[in-house]
Nanobody
Framework: QVQLVESGGGSVQAGGSLRLSCAVS????????MGWFRQNAGEPREAVAA???????IVSNSVKGRFSISQDNAKSTLFLQMNSLKPEDTAKYYC???????????????????WGKGTLVTVSS
């Protein structure tokens, strides 16, 4: 059974930093695209950043230069380093896995096969 568990969310003031983690277990394939997405109530889920099993990364223009995605050597944990946070970054952040093995340039939530339950990030001004 594939499980994704996000952690690291919290409340921070604008300009601050947070590091999100997504622990992955039970994923049976060697190739993947793993991504971070965020969503506010009543709004569609949007892609933030993604990384594939070769290490190729994609970062949304809205967070480029402030957020970075990475994974540990065992590829069992996905990270999202968020710097220079803004109030508009407030959302619930989810990690997902796409079995396809590579990330589309326009990777989106419909590509994902597995999801975590999310972790809340609140940025105050």
């Amino acid at each position: 059974q594939v499980q994704l568990v996000e952690s690291g969310g919290g409340s921070v003031q604008a300009g601050g930093s947070l590091r999100l983690s997504c622990a992955v277990s039970g994923y049976p394939y060697r190739s993947y695209c793993m991504g971070w997405f965020r969503q506010n109530a009543g709004e569609p889920r949007e892609a933030v950043a993604a990384i594939d099993s070769d290490g190729t990364t994609i970062v949304s223009n809205s967070v480029k230069g402030r957020f970075s995605i990475s994974q540990d050597n065992a590829k069992s944990t996905l990270f999202l380093q968020m710097n220079s946070l803004k109030p508009e970054d407030t959302a619930k952040y989810y990690c997902g896995i796409d079995k396809k093995g590579y990330c589309d340039a326009d990777v989106g939530p419909n590509d994902m096969d597995y999801w975590g339950k999310g972790t809340l990030v609140t940025v105050s001004s």
